[in-house]
Nanobody, 123 residues
Framework: VQLQASGGGLVQAGGSLKLSCRASGGTFSYRVMGWFRQAPGKPRAFVSRIAWNTGLTFYTGSVKGRFTISRDRANNTVYLQMNSLRPEDTAVYYC?????????????????WGQGTQVTVSS
């Protein structure tokens, strides 16, 4: 299965972007999908995750109330709606997926990754 992320771009502070990540090319067996981000010179950091069957969501504190993760089960796609963007949200955003339902913030516990999409927020 391949994960294809899209939707990044350049936006002014306070603006919005919506990222998409579609899983294709095989049998979908993921139980969790999530988003991470990596700013220059920093480690990859957890942003949000969603349990595929229940829709239960989890966010890192800095994005709560601004970002919303959702999924389209019919199209094996996960979304990240990002509102009230700040310059510190600038990073490459990666989608990730796991067949294990008990994964949360540790990137090493995810099985597959998308290619990354750049989000740049100007001040």
């Amino acid at each position: 299965v391949q994960l294809q992320a899209s939707g990044g771009g350049l936006v002014q502070a306070g603006g919005s972007l919506k990222l998409s990540c579609r899983a294709s090319g095989g049998t979908f067996s993921y139980r969790v999908m999530g988003w991470f981000r990596q700013a220059p010179g920093k480690p990859r950091a957890f942003v949000s995750r969603i349990a595929w069957n229940t829709g239960l969501t989890f966010y890192t504190g800095s994005v709560k109330g601004r970002f919303t993760i959702s999924r389209d089960r019919a199209n094996n796609t996960v979304y990240l709606q990002m509102n009230s963007l700040r310059p510190e949200d600038t990073a490459v955003y990666y989608c990730a997926a796991s067949v294990n339902s008990l994964v949360y913030t540790d990137p090493h516990t995810y099985d597959d990754w998308g290619q990354g999409t750049q989000v740049t927020v100007s001040s």
